[in-house]
C-alpha cells in the first residue's frame, strides 16, 4: 500500500486544489469579504502552480526529440492513442468482460468527481487563439452543446449516467488520483501562460477517449442498463474520433506552423493528461482487486505530485485541505 503520509498529503493537496476549483468556477456575487478570499485563492494558485510545474518535470523524459515538421509532430502526437501512458489498460477490459453492477458503478463515481465539462474547459483554453483554432474550438463546443438542442448537451447524458445509476460523486470520498487529473485540466485551461498545454490535454483526450466509451457501453449492455443511461458514452464513440481529427488538423497542425516553438507545449500537456489517466487506472485497478502489487512507492509519489512543494508545505497541507 502506499504509505499514509504519502496518500494522506497527496489527497489534501488535491483535495484543497478541487474545492479551490469549484469556487473559482462556479457563478457567485460579491462579497465584503472579497479580499480575503482573494488572498487564499492566489495561496491555491501557487500550489497549483508549483504542481503543475513539478508534473511537467516528470513527463519532460517522454516529450518528443526536436521535431523538424508538423508532420513529425502529429504523427508522435497521434501515436500516443496506441503508445500513450494509460492507453489499452487492463482495466477497461475488465469493465467489458467481467465488472458486475457495483464495480461499474465505483468506477463510474471516481470518473465523476469534479468534472467541469469538456464544453468549459473548451471554452476557457479558446481564449485568444488564433481563427483557425477558434472556430474549431467553437464546432467542438457547439457538439458539447447538443447543437443547441437542450437535451443533447453533453453535460445532461452525462447527468443521466449520474441519476439512472444513483452515483454520488464527492470530493470528499473521491481517491486524490481523481481529483489531480481533473486538476490538471482545469489548471491548464485557466492559466493563459499553459494554453499550448490545454490545448494538448484537450486534444489527448479526444483522441484516447473513444476506445475506453466502447468497452465502458459494451460493460453496461452486458449488465442490462438501458440504452439512455449509456447515451453519452455512446455519443462519444460516435463524435469523438472525428473531433480528434479535425483537432489535429484545425487546431495542433496551423499552430506549429505558424509558431513550431509551441510544439513542446503542446506535447507537455498531451503526456500530463495521459500520465494522471494511467495514474487513475492503476490506482482503480488496485481498488478494484485487479492487481494486488503496489501501485506506486513512495519515489514514485513524491516526484510525480509533490516535487513542487516545500517539505513544509506537504506536511502542513492536511491542516488546511478544507
Known amino acids: 500500500m502506499l504509505q499514509n503520509s504519502i496518500e494522506s498529503n497527496a489527497y489534501a493537496l ?15 456575487t460579491p462579497s465584503v469579504a472579497w479580499e480575503d478570499d482573494e488572498h487564499a485563492a492566489l495561496e491555491n494558485r501557487l500550489l497549483e502552480g508549483r504542481y503543475l510545474e513539478g508534473l511537467r518535470s516528470s513527463i519532460k523524459s517522454l516529450t518528443p526529440e526536436p521535431i523538424n515538421s508538423a508532420d513529425d509532430f502529429i504523427q508522435w502526437f497521434e501515436g500516443l492513442a496506441e503508445c500513450g501512458p494509460g492507453q489499452n489498460h ?8 467481467d465488472a458486475n453492477l457495483d464495480e461499474l458503478k465505483w468506477f463510474l463515481t ?19 487563439l488564433p481563427a483557425a483554432a477558434k472556430l474549431e474550438c467553437a464546432r467542438n463546443f457547439w457538439d458539447e452543446m447538443g447543437r443547441g438542442k437542450q437535451g443533447a448537451t453533453h453535460s445532461l447524458l452525462l447527468g443521466r449516467v449520474i441519476h439512472g445509476l444513483k452515483l454520488q460523486p464527492s470530493i470528499d470520498t473521491a ?26 490535454a484537450l486534444g489527448a483526450s479526444e483522441l484516447t477517449s473513444v476506445a475506453r466509451a466502447a468497452k465502458i457501453s459494451a460493460c453496461m449492455s452486458r449488465l442490462g442498463l438501458e440504452p439512455w443511461i449509456r447515451s453519452y ?4 464513440i460516435a463524435l469523438d474520433v472525428s473531433h480528434s481529427r479535425c483537432w489535429v488538423r484545425e487546431v495542433i497542425r496551423p499552430l506549429i506552423i505558424a509558431n513550431p516553438e509551441c510544439a513542446p507545449f503542446i506535447a507537455e500537456g498531451a503526456l500530463m ?15 478494484l482487486g485487479l492487481n494486488d502489487e503496489t501501485i506506486l512507492e513512495e519515489n514514485e509519489v513524491l516526484p510525480l505530485f509533490f516535487h513542487g512543494l516545500s517539505s513544509n508545505e506537504a506536511n502542513v497541507l492536511n491542516m488546511n485541505a478544507a
Open 233 to 236: 458514452f455512446d455519443l462519444q
Open 175 to 200: 481517491l486524490w488520483e481523481s481529483l489531480a487529473r481533473n486538476n490538471v485540466m482545469l489548471g491548464l485551461a485557466t492559466n493563459r501562460r499553459y494554453a499550448y498545454h490545454s490545448l494538448g
Open 273 to 287: 493528461r495521459l500520465q494522471s489517466d494511467q495514474l487513475c487506472f492503476d490506482r482503480y485497478s488496485y481498488e
Open 110 to 128: 471516481q470518473e465523476m468527481v469534479g468534472d467541469l465539462g469538456f464544453e468549459d474547459l473548451v471554452a476557457y483554453t479558446q481564449i485568444k
Open 14 to 28: 488535491h483535495a484543497r486544489l478541487a474545492k479551490h476549483n469549484v469556487l473559482r468556477t462556479n457563478i457567485a
Open 90 to 97: 487492463m482495466l477497461f477490459d475488465w469493465l467489458e468482460r
